[in-house]
T-cell receptor, first 111, second 116 residues
């Protein structure tokens, strides 16, 4: 499973766009990129998944360059409730996927 | 519909006691995972079930840890002779198997175990 590197923490203010970049230099051909969000006292929650280019859903956008060695999670117009830990994971998209979490990025959104 | 539920939410044990943590996965999900999350760290994989079969237990830290899912639904993680280093949040997740539309894992809220 490819190792990922992401910033330990980020700070932002309400209404701003937040971009969290994750490096995964050793990503394999079959690997997908998945982001999870975790609030205090809760389990991680799936946000978005992609393989290449751009993926957008109601929560976030995921930008993946052609070489796929990095990815950027974009959160538009964050609110206080977006304060959480964000994990970038890389792995193949088979039925059994043992998720390998790093330490994640702690995002703090202030008023 | 209901998500993954876990009980108890909090458990305090004296060192040396045995504990049992329960996970109720989403109905119809055949894959079930257990993770351990230490304070300030990301979750770490413990074990995986597909239906009642335990297909991977490579993450269990010692033979004091035992997991079962006898009927392919509810799962129990048992820790015998608890030690202080077992203090962590234990997360359960479930997902659909290969061939379905998504392999997303849905996590429960976790059980916070504190060993004194």
């Amino acid at each position: 499973l490819a190792k990922t590197t992401q910033p330990i923490s980020m700070d932002s203010y309400e209404g701003q766009e937040v971009n969290i970049t994750c490096s995964h230099n050793n990503i394999a051909t079959n690997d997908y990129i998945t982001w999870y969000q975790q609030f205090p006292s809760q389990g991680p929650r799936f946000i978005i998944q992609g393989y290449k280019t751009k993926v957008t859903n109601e929560v976030a956008s995921l930008f993946i360059p052609a070489d796929r060695k990095s990815s950027t999670l974009s959160l538009p117009r964050v609110s206080l409730s977006d304060t959480a830990v964000y994990y970038c994971l890389v792995g193949d998209n088979t039925g059994f996927q043992k998720l390998v979490f790093g330490t994640g990025t702690r995002l703090l959104v202030s008023p | 519909g209901a998500g993954v539920s876990q009980s108890p939410r909090y458990k305090v044990a004296k060192r040396g006691q045995d504990v049992a943590l329960r996970c109720d996965p989403i109905s119809g999900h055949v894959s079930l995972f257990w993770y351990q999350q230490a304070l300030g760290q990301g979750p770490e994989f413990l074990t995986y079930f597909q239906n009642e079969a335990q297909l991977d237990k490579s993450g269990l830290p010692s033979d004091r840890f035992f997991a079962e899912r006898p009927e392919g639904s509810v799962s129990t993680l048992k820790i015998q002779r608890t030690q202080q280093e077992d203090s962590a949040v234990y997360l359960c997740a479930s997902s659909l198997p290969v061939g379905t539309s998504t392999d997303t894992q849905y996590f429960g809220p976790g059980t916070r175990l504190t060993v004194l």
